[in-house]
Each structure stands twice: as C-alpha cells, then as structure tokens.
C-alpha cells in the first residue's frame, strides 16, 4: 500500500529529532561506505562506464579564439576519416556553454557563430571510436573573423558593474564605513587577490544519451539532477517527460557538476543524427573551458576598531569576473555578514565583464575566498592589538545576527576555539613571528575561524518497507563522493529498526522521486529529512496495525515492540510493502533564524628559511555542524575541505592568457592540487549540537565549512612561522622568498 506524502515545510522549530525515536544505533556511527565494495572493484559505473550496445563516440569540437565571428567551418577532411559517422556544426539546438549551475538560465545557451569565450563548444564529431573522433576533430578547419577581447581583471578595475543582475546576496550599506574608517583609533584597509580556481573533480565530466522513440535518456556526471533535467528539455525543445537523466555515481563534483555543460546536450544531439548510444568524454584539458571556473576576486577588506580592539566597522567589498552576458557572481562576503560584531557594514560584489569561460560555483562559493581575505585580516588585526587571535575573535563575537537582529539558530563558534585551541596546543604557540626554528624550517601556528551558512531545499524520497524484510530508499539525489547512500541507509535503518545491511538505497535517476541534489553542502539536511519523513509514516502506519500510538512503538532489528506484544515487521506487512513518501520544504525558520555552521582551523607549517617552501605540517579543526550522521563520511568531508584550504593557500591557479584569453593550466601537471606528500595529518572533530530550526534531522551541511577559514589558517601559520605576509594568492614560494631577510 501507498500513503499519502508526509510532508513539512519548515515554517516551524522540529520539537524534537526526529531521529532520536530510533534505537537501532547506526546514527552518528563510523559507517563505511556502502557502496565501496562497488568502487574499489570497478563495479560502480561512473557515466562512462554505462554500457550500451553499439555506442559511438563523440568528440567535442571547440574554438580556438575568445571573441569573434565564425566565418566558415570546413568538415569535409573530418567527414571522410576513417570511422566517421558525422560532424555535427550547423544544428539548430547546438550549445556553446554551459550553464554554470546558474538557475537563471533557462537553456544551455547557443550563440553560434559569435565565439564569445575560448574553447566554447563549436560541434561534435561523432565516430566508432574516442580515438577517431578525436583524430577526425583536428581535420576540421575554422575560418574566424576574430576581435580584441578583454581577459585581465586588473586591467578594468575601474570599468566594474554594481549590484551587477545575478547577484546571490544584497549589496548591503548600513552606517558609514568611511566615517567609521576615518575617526577609528585603529584601523585595518587591505586589498587581497584569488586567482580564478577549477573545481577540479577527479572524474572528468561525460555523458552517455540514447533516444528510445522520442524520448533521451542521459546518463551524466552532474550533481542536481531535477535542475539538469529541465535544462536538458528546454535545450532540446523535449517536454520534460521525454527525458530521463541518471547520475548513480559521480566521482566528485566540488560545484562543477552543478551546471549542465554542452557536452550533455552535443551528446543528445548526436545521439539522435546517428540513431546509435552516443558517448561523449571530456578530456581533462577540455574541462579548463568546458566547464566552468571560481571567478577571481579582488578584495578591499576595511576593519576599524576602538583602542581595545572592539570592531566599530567592518568592510568587505569586491571585484570579481564573469564573462559578459552571465550572471553568477562569486559572493565574496557571504561569510562576513554575520561573522563579526560591527555597527557600520558595507558589503558589496561588483562584476568585470571579461570574454574569458563562465564563471560558476566552485567550493563553498563566497566563503572559501572570502574567508581566506577576512580571516588573514583578523590575525593582521590582532597582532596590531598585541592580542592572542583566539581572544580578539571572541571579543568581536556577537550574539545575534549583527545585520539582521534575529538570532543565531545555533552557534557553537566560541567551544569550537577552546575544543580546538586545547586539542591543538595553541598555548604552546609564540606570538612572536620568527623565532621557532627547526633546522632550516621556521615553524610557526595559525589559526582563522569558519562559518559556511546553512541551507535547506526541497527535496522527495519514498521508502518500502518490503515483504523481504529489507527497506527500499529511493530518490534522485546524487553521491558525489560524499557518503550519501551510507547516510540515507542509516537515516532509514534507524527510523525502521532495521541493520543496515537490509537497507537497499537507489538513487541519480529522474524517474526517482525529485531530490535537493548535491550542492551547497545541502543534500545530507535535505534528503536525509525526507527519507526520515517517509519512515514516519510507515512507522505510523505499523503503529497503527499493532493498535498502538506510534511514540509506544520501539522498531530494532526488524521486530517491532509495543507495550508487551512483538511482532516481526514482515508479519505486520500483511502480505504487501508498505510505501510511503517524504517531502521537506524550507520555510520560515529559515529567515526567523540566521543559520550557519561555524568551526575553528587551526594549522601549523615549515617555511624553509632558505627557499621560502611552505610544508603544512598539521592541521586541526573542530567544527559545530548540529547532528552528526555518520563520525567517517562527516570526518570525511571535512578534511577534504580543509585539504582544498592547504590548495586555495598555497597551491591552485588557474592561469589566463592575457593575450588569448585561454586557460593554460589546462591539466593537473599545470594547475597544482594536493597532492598526499602536501597533505600532513589532518584531523577534524564535532561538537554535536542538534538544531532543530535547520531541519527535522538536526543537521548542518559540512563539506564546505571544512573549507572555509582552512587557508587562512595556513597563511596566519606561515606569518607566524617567518613573518611574511602574501596578498596576493597562492602563496607560492617566490613570493614568501622576496619577503624573508638574509639566511
Ligand atoms: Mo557547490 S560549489 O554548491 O557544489
């Protein structure tokens, strides 16, 4: 039998947890991932992977000029090649970018023949093999009628767009910084620079489409699949029925996966003049244009204080790039809004309109950058006060949203710098920069602290408890990489009293019930509750079957326990499944409360006194995200996102071309991710602190909070270390070198 859906809007405070009616046991616990056997031995099919009988290959044409005109495309070489099957550049729903995860958009967009970025998507050349198609594409010759574009950002600093159409957050202006600037005893005004980043996911992005009749089915590495769904139809001119998408195992996607990228629909497009499977792969070159980037940022941060160092005025405005036309803007200040006390406040992100790729969300958008800014400044700021980093934050540590006036739903900000500061050994830390030396290492402590805010979106599941005595969970939500079919197994196995072992999670299919996705370090909060809402009514309905209330009903191991009476849950099925459907909606918690994860990172480094090379040595965090769901995936995703904060510090850019506008980082031999020698021993640790105005689970999102603070963790630690401060990032060592004194 089916239910009608449970469903909440959170428009209310949950009284209580909902998990906390299980007694399983499995919640909060170190659980592998259920899937790992699959991945380690091969057997998770990645998009790739997907095997179709009679697949061609196809191989995506793109430009080799930023801004012009095509004037002519010669295919007839291409064409004749051995094994072509066709060489697709003329047809009517051709794409060219992109949609960078930008909800605005409504179609992967097609401006053909203007080029208006390098490497844009120009067509597809189709062939039996990857090999052929590739060779094939190098055949086709491009006439361009090609222009001048504009591919520097510093060059048009003073050419910038406020309150530029696409913004994510408000301008906001209240009180006067500049007078507060001007009459402050001590005052910080500091510009710093980030360099555009890639999301550099492992698994270069590819789909495989097929047409059955009239409708496509898209198998794709993407992250939100209802998003990419409708994009795929309208880009296509297909009712949404006709198409189905499937993303059962990504291997990572770190924002790039939010967008539905051109090779999607050339893939859909071939699919459909060939009349064969039609698989498309990036190559991870193809991926610096193909896909879209982390804007670079220019950041004015401004921080006036009294003479004992209480904030009066804060500023954080910025310049960052996106190509004309588009309209994500990176949202720089995103983490500074609440983070500090502060009457005057002046936050700001204006727009340069450069013909270089998309720009798009890349990695906690707006923290991950803005943090590293911020969080410099306030160790910059402290030194000035003499005053250990630890004691200024908490002296500038509000309690309430310091903009808004609401209260903070739940922040655990200050516990998380005496957990971290204790586990660390901050108090065997030297103020004084300089001064601990190891050899040829000057050693030295940072520390920053992180906020990523939270977020809920609408998000279905059904759940079955079947005849077998197992539960089915299904919904279109994604795994990037990040745990959640072990999560939502053991939100279930939980709820239903059930080992995990009897939990089958099927998830990354359109015909699924419709997820949040992955994105935002939303989907754990969001699919999570609307698996647990599912179990709540079967929970109910078995309740009602042993003629009980359902708060009398104890479910472990498949037996159910009420009063004095057991039954076993298969009994009570009665010969048929029980369905049921979950659905949660953000609602007015979400503005009655300012919502947020907060954390404290803490990192110590070698810089070599000779060669100015940083070696991050250790790093520690302790983070408040409310419930925790599973101690290994959570401990997971925070230390990955603390090992991007080593890479955003020292390691990752994404070089432009002055001259073209291309990227020419265009590999990981070029653009420099951590590698296991950059990464030390990095430990992650959680005060669980259940908020139960974020969502029914008690749960805040992780993956980008670990991100968040981690670099300046590590560049307040290298100044502690030698003394060198670096604005301008990475902080590689040539420039850490032009700063250090005789050896
Ligand atoms: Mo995220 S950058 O919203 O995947």
């Known amino acids: ?416 710098y005496d957990e971290g500061a204790r586990r660390f050994g901050w108090d065997r830390r030297n103020p004084t920069p300089g001064e601990v030396r190891d050899g040829e290492w000057l050693v030295g402590m940072g520390m920053a602290a992180a906020t990523r805010i939270n977020l809920l979106q609408e998000s279905h599941a059904r759940v079955s408890l079947r005849l077998d005595g197992g539960a089915l969970v299904e919904t279109d939500m994604t795994d990037i990489g990040t745990g959640t079919y072990t999560i939502l197994a053991q939100i279930a196995g939980e709820m239903l009293g059930l080992p995990i072992d009897r939990i089958e999670v099927r998830l990354g299919d359109t015909n699924l019930p419709p997820s949040s996705g992955s994105g935002g370090s939303f989907g754990a909060a969001s699919s999570g509750s609307s698996v647990a809402l599912a179990c709540e009514t079967i929970i109910a309905e078995l309740a009602r079957r042993m003629d009980v209330s359902p708060d009398q009903l104890v479910l472990k191991d498949g037996v159910a326990t009420a009063r004095n009476v057991q039954s076993s849950l298969v009994d009570l099925l009665d010969g048929d499944d029980i369905a049921a459907e979950g659905v949660i909606k953000p609602g007015k918690t979400a503005r009655a409360y300012s919502q947020a994860a907060h954390g404290a990172q803490f990192a110590e480094v070698g810089v070599n006194a000779v060669t100015g090379e940083v070696r991050v040595r250790r790093m520690l965090a302790v983070f408040d995200c409310g419930r925790i769901l599973n101690a290994r995936t959570a401990r997971n995703q925070a230390i990955g996102g603390m090992i991007w904060g080593i890479s955003y510090a020292l390691h990752e850019e994404a070089v432009v071309d002055k001259r073209t506008g291309a990227f020419v980082t265009r590999d990981l031999a070029e653009y420099h991710v951590p590698v296991s020698a950059d990464v030390p021993a990095v430990e992650a640790y959680f005060i669980e602190d259940p908020d139960r105005h974020a969502n029914p689970l008690g749960v805040k999102g992780i993956g980008e909070l670990g991100n968040a603070g981690a670099g300046a963790a590590v560049t307040n630690a290298i100044y502690n270390a030698c003394g060198v401060r670096v604005r301008d990032f990475p902080m590689t060592l040539d420039k850490i070198l032009a700063g250090l004194g005789p050896v």
């Open 1 to 416: 039998m089916t239910k009608t859906p449970n469903s909440v809007t959170m428009d209310e405070s949950a009284e209580r947890i909902i998990l906390d009616r299980g007694v399983q046991g499995l919640v909060g616990k170190s659980v592998a991932r259920i899937e790992g056997p699959l991945k380690t031995s091969g057997r998770a099919d990645y998009a790739n992977d997907t095997k179709l009988d009679g697949a061609a290959y196809g191989f995506v044409l793109t430009s080799e000029i930023s801004l012009g005109r095509i004037k002519a495309i010669d295919v007839a070489a291409a064409r004749s090649a051995a094994g072509v099957l066709a060489v697709i550049v003329d047809h009517p729903l051709l794409p060219s970018d992109g949609s960078a995860g930008n909800a605005s958009l409504k179609r992967v967009p097609r401006d053909l023949p203007e080029v208006d970025s390098y490497g844009q998507a120009i067509g597809i050349v189709v062939a039996e093999s990857f090999e052929a198609a590739r060779s094939a594409a190098r055949l086709v010759r491009v006439d361009y009628d090609e222009r001048e574009g504009r591919y520097d950002t510093t060059r048009h600093l003073e050419d910038v767009e406020h309150e530029p159409k696409g913004g994510l957050i408000p301008d906001i202006k209240r009180g006067d910084i500049d007078a507060v600037m001007a009459s402050a005893p001590v005052t910080l005004d500091i510009t710093y620079t980030t360099p555009h980043y890639f999301p550099a996911a492992m698994e270069p992005h590819a789909t495989v489409a097929t047409w059955t009749g009239d409708g496509v089915e898209i198998h794709s590495s993407l992250q939100l699949l209802k998003t990419a769904r409708a994009m795929i139809a309208a880009s296509l001119d297909l009712d949404l029925s006709k198409v189905r998408v499937l993303a059962p195992y990504v291997g990572g996607g770190f924002g790039g996966k939010t967008g539905t990228g051109p090779e999607v629909i050339l893939a859909a497009i071939a699919s459909k003049e060939t009349g064969r499977p039609v698989k498309v792969a990036l190559t991870r070159r193809q991926t610096a244009h193909l896909v879209h980037h982390r804007a670079d940022t220019h950041q004015r941060i401004r921080i006036a204080c009294d003479d004992e160092g209480h904030i009066l005025g804060i500023g954080h405005n910025s310049i960052v790039s996106q190509k004309a036309g588009r309209s994500f803007i990176e949202p720089v200040s995103l983490g500074t809004l609440a983070m500090y006390k502060g009457e005057a406040r002046s936050f700001t992100q204006s727009a340069v309109r450069l013909n270089i790729p998309v720009a798009g969300a890349v990695r906690a958008p707006g923290e991950a950058v803005g943090s590293l800014a911020l969080e410099t400044a306030m160790d910059e700021l402290a030194e000035r006060f003499g005053m250990d980093p630890i004691a200024f934050r908490k002296l500038n540590e509000p309690e309430k949203d310091p903009l808004r006036g609401s209260p903070f739903s739940t922040r655990r900000l200050v516990d998380c």
